[in-house]
Each structure stands twice: as structure tokens, then as C-alpha cells.
């Protein structure tokens, strides 16, 4: 039976695995989001991310679809006290909306809540660092959403792990909330950032890590395999880094071992990030229930020792 697993230092309780909401209004519409949302939580999976900006990028799109239908769903289905929700500000939405100055969070946190249409968000996070706003005026400001119930906890996203520990440093020196997550770009292929510059500071902090692009946009479904592949999807031309010699000695990897244990490449690829003890509930999305069906079974899916020393061998920097 699937367990829950306890986010950081905080009393959140969390699936496995984050639902990826930047699909929704993007390459799904809201009435399969809603299916697949509904087949979510029926295998007893609770937690979703999302940000503010998804899906500003598509056309015709302004910002703020992924939660209007994430909130849309919630309301239609009564269920918002059984979910975990994890949304982001600070990456730019168009006319000056952008940044972690406090004057900006407070208007950012009631939009978020509106589309939503929620009181609270469980998990809000610094999607981006702003250079400009001093970390302490930042942290400040976090904690006062937090007073006010708008907030559970604050988490941060794309900042690097010297702003993070400053952040914490002066939450912690002035009886402010700190940073309990970190969500960075961490999957089998791209290691050596996360471990190199977060991998220590997450353990002195006891931060939770909800890392995303967990199947590297794709590529590690064994998906694609050259260059023609890139066309399969909207995603493809992101893929095109992951071509090389490296990446062809992880899909051999994952091949051999999806293989040996009658699993897809996906499900081996996000069962190898849960083996990891520092990573808490790597995000992954599925716009099918096939796709849906790989994060189920990787939930399960277990590696010896020997297996996981030959697929962190297969994939070294």
C-alpha cells in the first residue's frame, strides 16, 4: 500500500509523487485536467504543483489557467481539504507583475487564491530569484502570509543555494518561517547541478525536495530515440540536449533494467528518484492514462542496491 511521506519540517503529508499542473490549459484542456485529476486522487495520490505564470507561454494565454482549473476542479469535486496544493510567484506575468518585493506577494497570493478558490495554499514558493528585493524584505513578507492563514509554508524554486541559506539564516535569526522545500530541475540525466550545489545544504536544512522535469521533459520514456522523434510532441525540440552519448548510455540503462523488472523506461526513471532518501515527491505529469499509469507503478517499483549502483553508474558526470 502506498505511504504518504512527511514534507520537510513541516506536518504536511504527501504522496510520493507531485502531479505536474503546468500541462493544464496547455496540452490538455480543463475537461480531461478534471479526468485526470479525478484519477489522481482515486489512487490515493494528494499532492499537485503549479504556478501563477502556467500557461503564460501559449498563445492566447495570459497566466493563471493551470490554477483556475485546478480550482475549478476542487470546487466541483468538494475535496479541497484532501489536497496538497503547491503554487509559485515571481517569474514575470506581463504588466509589471513580477518579482518577491512585498508590495507584489500581497497581491499576487489573492490572485492565486481566487483562481484557486481557496483560503489557503498549502506550499507557496519563490518560483525565481529578483535580484532586486533584499531576501530579508522576501522572508518578511512570506511570514506575514503565513500569520494571516493565507500561506501554510514557503518553499523556493530556481533561487541558488546561497540566497536559499541566506533567506534561511535571517528567518531563522528573526523568529520568521523559513524555507522548508526546494524544488530544482533533478532527474536521471541532469544530476550534477542539484548534487553539486543543493545536495548538502538540503540535508543541513532538512529541506524537502520536490524536484521537477523528474523524466527530463520526456526524453527519459525512451520516447525518443533520434532525431525524428523530436516532432512527437510540443515538448520535442527541449529534448533535442539530451541526444548524445550520455544520454544514450541512460536509455540502454533503463532499457536493461524496464526489462528485468517488466516495467516501462518512465516508471523506472521516477522509481529511481524515489529510491533516492533526499528527494521527497519528484513532479511528473501525464496527459493519459497510459502515462498515468507509469507513475502509479513506479510508486511500487523496487531497486537492489546492485540496481541502483548501475543506473547511478550509467548516468555519472
Known sequence: MMQ?????????LVSPI????????????????????????????????????????????????????IGNWMKSRGNREKIVIATKLGIDMGEG???????????????SLRRLQTDYIDLYLSHADDPDTPVEETMAAFHELIKEGKVRYVGASNLCASRVEASNKFARENNLSPYISLQPLYNLYDRDGFEKEYLSLVKEEGLAVHCYYSLASGFLTGKYRCESDLNKSQRGEGIRQYMNVRGRMILKALDEISKQKQATPAQVAIAWLLHKDYITAPIASATNERQLADLFAAVSLMFSDAEMDFLDSASKY
Open 97 to 111: 507583475r513580477c518579482g518577491l518585493s512585498a508590495c507584489y506577494m500581497k497581491q499576487a497570493v489573492e490572485d
Open 18 to 69: 507531485s502531479f505536474g499542473g503546468n500541462i493544464f490549459g496547455w496540452t490538455v484542456d480543463e475537461q480531461e485536467s478534471f479526468n485526470l485529476l479525478d484519477a489522481w486522487v482515486d489512487a490515493g495520490f494528494n499532492f499537485i504543483d503549479t504556478a501563477d505564470m502556467y500557461s503564460i507561454w501559449v498563445p492566447g494565454n495570459v497566466g493563471g489557467e493551470s490554477e483556475t482549473i
Open 4 to 12: 504518504n511521506r512527511k514534507f520537510g519540517n513541516s506536518d504536511l
